[in-house]
């Protein structure tokens, strides 16, 4: 009579067992990843440069270590490499209909491996999640002048940037040349590419020369790739 018992007991067992030996194999993995996405939010995380925006210091396809943990306690300072969310997600023109970035989808689209299957493979584009870098010439109060070149000025001085050496030409229509005159709001930066004479920036986005500061996701601190131009990135 107590054969029935011993069998159930005997499958409860092996159930148990598998139910071991999976989370055995996955436990590992998932906390791995748990780590990284927690790193990843709120620490630390790897971008590269998608175009020339910021030549000649900064290469397509270099890649970059993304730091989050100084502008939880200040703002961000003129000189600064700045990460920040693409303007489809704040200018009032480019705006898409779905607002702010959505963290889980953005989480995932561009989590490695994955991302680059969005890109390659689905050739599918997600502008909200897209994360641009430019460098911050303005700050809250500050009067930012950009003149026909490229060349700032701040409070009517110019302002020093040795990092940047393609200036705009003399002659008028090249893309991206245009002027640029505002007075910083507070919450606020304004951001340039240092390649001045290509790049989608403060000067001409549609709804605004501003980058609200809760739509930086991070400094740009170091560079680790390639082996040749590892190092820190200097303001």
């Not at 993304?66 to 990460?83: A, D, I, N």
């Not at 020369?209 to 996701?217: E, G």
């Not at 991070?218 to 820190?232: D, N």
Request: with cysteine; glycine share 10%.
């Amino acid at each position: 009579m107590s054969l029935p018992t011993l069998n159930a007991e005997k499958g409860s067992s092996d159930v148990k067992g598998r139910v071991s030996a999976i989370w055995e194999f996955w436990a590992p993995f998932l906390f791995t990843v748990s780590i990284y996405l927690l790193l990843r939010q709120f620490a630390f995380e790897a971008r590269y440069i998608p175009s020339g925006s910021m030549l000649p210091g900064l290469q397509v396809g270099d890649k970059l270590i993304v730091e989050k943990l100084s502008y939880r306690s200040r703002s961000p300072q003129r000189g600064e490499v700045v990460v920040f969310n693409s303007p489809s997600a704040f200018d009032p023109v480019w705006k898409l209909e779905s607002g702010q970035p959505n963290p889980l989808k953005c989480g995932f689209v561009t989590f490695p491996g994955i991302s680059w299957v969005v890109d390659r493979v689905l050739v599918q584009r997600y502008p909200e999640c897209e994360a641009w870098i430019k460098r911050v010439v303005g700050v809250p109060g500050d009067v930012v002048e950009v003149d026909s070149r490229g060349a700032v000025s701040i409070n009517g001085s110019a302002f020093n940037e040795p990092y940047v050496t393609n200036f705009c030409p003399d002659r008028d229509g090249m893309i991206g040349c245009k002027g640029l005159y505002a007075v910083v709001p507070e919450g606020n930066v304004v951001v340039l590419g240092d390649n001045r004479r290509n790049s989608q920036d403060a000067r001409r986005w549609p709804g605004g020369p501003f980058l609200p500061d809760d739509q930086i996701i991070g400094r740009a601190v170091f560079r680790f790739w390639p082996p040749g131009r590892i190092g820190p990135l200097s303001n």
